[in-house]
């Protein structure tokens, strides 16, 4: 268990250290919901009409651009290899590869989630709700994630065919994301669409990291 | 004790080695010699548990040692072509648990809180190398692991390999390169 910590600590260390990295996400994040306004038109309720949507997208984007590295430096360095050799299952060191995932990107961008929000008119009603399947979302691209930069490492041009991989499996968590705040926001019961994606993230917590750490075995062979 | 028992590794469609059969007893060591290509590097991986077996089986104590990979890494300490050093981590934070001791086996104490990004080739080298103390596996798997090293540095591995051995640990190195390592059976593949 110590060294199931000890990998998350040093992920998140590396993260501090490369700083630039990781606002680099948070910054595309922000720059691309702030163009919408610009090709939509800055018409208050079309905007708040998008603005679910509009974050929902962005986030999920913006949480791609590290995944490229999250094992590619690790497996060109050699520390895959050690990782490896900790005595942890291939799953658990994927499932902490995960986690550092979530707080350096998906916990930063539900947080600039809230002005961002405001700067897109989103109804004040919606933006608990939006916030409350950001939650859930954003690790659910953590997990989706780290189980596709795990299957391209080693890949010629992984980096282009990573999106490829895990941007079809986000449909549903984009669906019911922005289904639970469109209806908080015009008053409807938000339960269900929040309960889906819970239950996603149930279903996915342990089978990515399943899945994750088959393609590390198969990537040091 | 490790048994190797008939093993032969498989690359596309060409056998780089095997069958293959050896055993290492405690405290012993062992060097793979041969020329390049010959699949030193492969056998290597395959004992640490990252490579792929084609056939035969690899027995530590009796018992099938790549039945549980997870549990078997931690029986081993691998040291490959890359140093796995990361340049934005200090030599402490890069070795994480019993650091010091590692650092200290390699002379590098005085730099343990510099960050890696600074070191020259062959301290990084060392690094990678006090990281086999630090583990404290009985296993431990060597990949030209005097590649680049001083000789002082090659004198001072000597001593760390020969604490290992006395506390009853192993060592399977593959080289070129003459290694402080007295008493080693050779393995030739060819």
């Given at each position: 268990?110590?060294?199931f910590?000890?990998?998350?600590?040093?992920?998140?260390?590396?993260?501090?250290?490369?700083?630039?990295?990781?606002?680099?996400?948070?910054?595309?994040?922000?720059?691309?919901?702030?163009?919408?306004?610009?090709?939509?038109?800055?018409?208050?309720?079309?905007?708040?009409?998008l603005?679910?949507?509009?974050?929902?997208?962005c986030?999920?984007?913006?949480?791609?651009?590290?995944?490229?590295?999250?094992?590619?430096?690790?497996?060109?360095?050699?520390?895959?290899?050690?990782?490896?050799?900790?005595?942890?299952?291939?799953?658990?060191?994927?499932?902490?590869?995960?986690?550092?995932?979530?707080?350096?990107?998906?916990?930063?961008?539900?947080?600039?989630?809230?002005?961002?929000?405001?700067?897109?008119?989103?109804?004040?009603?919606?933006?608990?709700?939006?916030?409350?399947?950001?939650?859930?979302?954003?690790?659910?691209?953590?997990?989706?994630g780290?189980?596709?930069?795990a299957?391209?490492?080693?890949?010629?041009?992984?980096?282009?065919?990573?999106?490829?991989?895990?941007?079809?499996?986000?449909?549903?968590?984009?669906?019911?994301?922005?289904?639970a705040?469109?209806?908080?926001?015009?008053?409807?019961?938000?339960r269900?669409?929040?309960?889906?994606?819970?239950?996603?993230f149930v279903?996915?917590?342990?089978?990515?990291?399943?899945?994750?750490?088959?393609?590390?075995?198969?990537?040091?062979? | 004790?490790?048994?190797?028992?008939?093993?032969?590794?498989?690359?596309?469609?060409r056998?780089?080695?095997?069958?293959?059969?050896?055993?290492?007893?405690?405290?012993d060591?062992?060097?793979?010699?041969g020329?390049?290509?010959?699949?030193?590097?492969?056998?290597?991986?395959?004992?640490?548990?990252?490579?792929?077996?084609?056939?035969?089986?690899?027995?530590?104590?009796?018992?099938?040692?790549?039945?549980?990979?997870?549990?078997?890494?931690?029986?081993?300490s691998?040291?490959?072509?890359?140093?796995?050093?990361?340049?934005?981590l200090?030599?402490?934070?890069?070795?994480?648990?019993?650091?010091?001791?590692?650092?200290?086996?390699?002379?590098?104490?005085?730099?343990?809180?510099?960050?890696?990004?600074?070191?020259?080739?062959?301290?990084?080298?060392?690094?990678?190398?006090?990281?086999l103390?630090?583990?404290?596996?009985?296993?431990?798997?060597?990949?030209?692991?005097?590649?680049?090293?001083?000789?002082?540095?090659?004198?001072?591995?000597?001593?760390?390999?020969?604490?290992?051995?006395?506390?009853?640990?192993?060592?399977?190195?593959?080289?070129?390169?003459?290694?402080?390592?007295?008493?080693a059976?050779?393995?030739?593949?060819?």
């Amino acid at each position: 268990m110590s060294g199931f910590w000890f990998i998350v600590a040093r992920d998140l260390r590396l993260s501090l250290r490369h700083g630039a990295d990781t606002l680099a996400a948070l910054l595309f994040f922000v720059i691309a919901s702030a163009l919408f306004p610009l090709a939509v038109g800055p018409a208050p309720e079309t905007l708040a009409r998008l603005a679910p949507g509009i974050i929902w997208v962005c986030a999920l984007l913006a949480a791609l651009l590290p995944l490229d590295r999250l094992f590619g430096a690790d497996f060109e360095d050699g520390t895959l290899d050690q990782l490896l050799l900790t005595g942890l299952p291939a799953s658990a060191v994927a499932l902490a590869k995960a986690i550092s995932h979530w707080v350096t990107t998906g916990l930063p961008l539900l947080i600039v989630a809230v002005p961002v929000s405001l700067m897109l008119n989103l109804d004040t009603a919606a933006l608990p709700v939006l916030l409350l399947g950001l939650l859930p979302g954003t690790a659910l691209l953590s997990l989706f994630g780290t189980a596709g930069a795990a299957l391209v490492i080693g890949a010629r041009r992984g980096g282009v065919l990573l999106p490829l991989l895990v941007l079809p499996l986000t449909a549903p968590v984009v669906i019911f994301g922005v289904a639970a705040a469109d209806a908080a926001g015009m008053g409807m019961d938000v339960r269900a669409p929040l309960l889906f994606l819970t239950a996603l993230f149930v279903a996915a917590l342990p089978l990515c990291p399943l899945a994750a750490g088959a393609a590390l075995r198969g990537a040091v062979e | 004790m490790l048994d190797v028992q008939e093993i032969s590794a498989i690359r596309g469609e060409r056998r780089i080695f095997g069958p293959l059969s050896f055993s290492v007893d405690d405290g012993d060591a062992m060097l793979l010699t041969g020329p390049n290509g010959a699949g030193k590097s492969t056998l290597l991986r395959i004992l640490a548990g990252l490579g792929r077996l084609a056939a035969g089986s690899i027995l530590w104590n009796g018992n099938d040692a790549l039945a549980d990979r997870a549990a078997h890494g931690a029986l081993v300490s691998y040291v490959g072509h890359l140093d796995a050093v990361k340049p934005g981590l200090t030599a402490r934070e890069n070795l994480g648990p019993n650091a010091l001791e590692g650092l200290e086996a390699m002379a590098l104490s005085h730099l343990a809180d510099q960050p890696a990004r600074f070191f020259s080739a062959g301290q990084k080298r060392r690094l990678a190398l006090a990281r086999l103390v630090c583990r404290q596996a009985p296993i431990w798997l060597l990949d030209e692991p005097t590649l680049g090293l001083d000789v002082a540095s090659v004198a001072r591995f000597g001593e760390m390999l020969a604490t290992h051995r006395a506390q009853g640990g192993m060592v399977l190195s593959a080289t070129h390169l003459p290694l402080p390592l007295p008493g080693a059976k050779e393995l030739r593949l060819s």
